[in-house]
Structures are given as structure tokens and as C-alpha cells.
């Protein structure tokens, strides 16, 4: 019944009915615990794991230049508030619903997040202050990275 209105008001506005939108509350307090059970953290925030999981507000989903390594060449994690900086809410919840990457960004999970887990995460991603720089731009197969990188290729099946 919810859903139902939910749709009917959405096609009639033409947008997202807040109030609607989700299980959940909407906050920048939830935004944090979305980015921590949904491992953003794990690859897009500096020192994160070597620290048993400490988040240095400075460098909080800042990205990192640590390269993830493959067949799909190498990745950096991005800069997750450079890449909302200059977004709305709304284009956000389009944009997470829609995106692709190559490996080893999980997008798929970020597609399966609801409504009030994105809206609260781009809450919290746009409270951390400036954005800081760019991570460095993917590189083809074939192509020696000049930085620090994983090592992310699949394993080999033993021959015979
Ligand atoms: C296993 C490591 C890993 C995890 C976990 C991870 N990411 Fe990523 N993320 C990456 C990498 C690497 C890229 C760059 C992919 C590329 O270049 O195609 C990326 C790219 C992105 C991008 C695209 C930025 C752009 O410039 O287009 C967004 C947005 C993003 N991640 C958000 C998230 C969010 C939100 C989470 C948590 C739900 C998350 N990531 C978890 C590694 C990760």
C-alpha cells in the first residue's frame, strides 16, 4: 500500500517522496555506519585497515592511491566526496542505482542499497569537509603503475 503511493506520488511529482523513501531514517549519522557495514572504507579511505578500522576524518573516503592490480589492467579507489562534490542528492540516488566500474569496486552493492542508505551516505560523504585531490587515473593492461599496487588477479587452476 505504501509502495503503491509511493509510485502514484512519485509519477505525479515527478520526484522522490522523502517521506516515502525507505525503512530507515535519513542522517549523516547513518551515512557513516552505511559506509563502514558497506566496506567503503575497506578500499577508499587511507589507513583504514592497517588501523583495525580507525577513520582519520581527514582522509575519510578521500580515496587511495594504492592500485588494485588485474586483467582488467590497474584501478585506483576514487575519491568518493570529489565525485559527490559536485552533485545533487538526487543525482546521487540516480547515479549509485545506474553506475559500473571495472574490479574490484563492488557497484553492484552500492545499486542494491535502498533509498535511505544513499541518500544518508551522500549526507555524510558531503559533511567531511574539502574534498582533496584526485586519485591517479586507471591504467590499460600492460601498463607499470607508479605507485604502490595490489595484486588482484584471479588464481590459476593447477594444470593436469
Ligand atoms: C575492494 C575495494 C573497493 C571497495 C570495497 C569499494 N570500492 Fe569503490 N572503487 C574501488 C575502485 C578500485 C574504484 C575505481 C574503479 C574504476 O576505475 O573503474 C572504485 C570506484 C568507485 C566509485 C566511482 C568513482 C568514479 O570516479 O566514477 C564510487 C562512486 C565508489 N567507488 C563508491 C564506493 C562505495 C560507496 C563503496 C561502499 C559501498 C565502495 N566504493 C567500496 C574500490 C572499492
Not at 579511505?45 to 590497474?74: F, R, V
Request: proline residues 11%; contains cysteine.
Amino acid at each position: 500500500m505504501r509502495m503503491t503511493l509511493a509510485v502514484v506520488l512519485t509519477g505525479v511529482l515527478g520526484a522522490p517522496v522523502p517521506a516515502l523513501a525507505g525503512a530507515g531514517d535519513i542522517s549523516v549519522a547513518r551515512g557513516l555506519q552505511v559506509s563502514i557495514t558497506g566496506g567503503c572504507n575497506d578500499c577508499h579511505t587511507a589507513g583504514y585497515n592497517e588501523s583495525g578500522g580507525k577513520i582519520d576524518p581527514a582522509k575519510a573516503l578521500a580515496g587511495t592511491a594504492i592500485g588494485w592490480q588485474g586483467p582488467w589492467g590497474t584501478t585506483y579507489p576514487a575519491n568518493i566526496r570529489l565525485k559527490l562534490s559536485d552533485m545533487t542528492e538526487d543525482a546521487f540516488v540516480q547515479y549509485a542505482k545506474t553506475f559500473t566500474t571495472k574490479p574490484p569496486m563492488p557497484f553492484y552493492n552500492v545499486q542494491a542499497m535502498d533509498e535511505s542508505d544513499l541518500r544518508s551516505l551522500y549526507r555524510y560523504v558531503r559533511s567531511l569537509g574539502d574534498p582533496g585531490p584526485a586519485m591517479p587515473a586507471a591504467l590499460p593492461p600492460g601498463v607499470a603503475p607508479a605507485t604502490p599496487f595490489y595484486v588482484a588477479a584471479p588464481p590459476t587452476m593447477p594444470k593436469g
